[in-house]
Nanobody, 126 residues
């Protein structure tokens, strides 16, 4: 059974940091890029960051570049999203997802992701 388990969300204040984790199982982790998406109340889902399957290329949305860092540990089948200098507009449910694709245009498109986790809520108070 394929599983992606996102964790690490919580309630923090503006300027604080959080580290989200995504634990994967049930598929060949090395063969998949992992992305983080988020959805705020009343808004559409948006891509936050992704990391390629083997060479570790990373992409970031403009809104989080310089504040968020994505990393992966293939030995542990895990991906992390370090979020620093959090802002109220970062408040959302964060989802991790797995994609077998490779190019930038594919990895920044939610429809290219085969597997999705259940999400973890991040709330940033002002």
């Amino acid at each position: 059974e394929v599983q992606l388990q996102a964790s690490g969300g919580g309630l923090v204040q503006t300027g604080d940091s959080l580290r989200l984790s995504c634990a994967a199982s049930g598929f060949t982790f090395d063969d998949y890029a992992i992305g983080w998406f988020r959805q705020a109340p009343g808004k559409e889902r948006e891509g936050v960051s992704c990391i390629s399957r083997r060479d570790g290329r990373t992409y970031y949305a403009r809104s989080v570049k310089g504040r968020f860092t994505i990393s992966r540990d293939n030995a542990k089948n895990a991906v992390y999203l370090q979020m620093n200098s959090l802002k109220p507009e970062d408040t959302a449910v964060y989802y991790c997802a797995a994609s077998p694709y490779y190019t930038y245009s594919d990895l920044t498109s939610a429809i290219r992701y085969d597997y999705w986790g259940q999400g973890t809520l991040v709330t940033v108070s002002s």
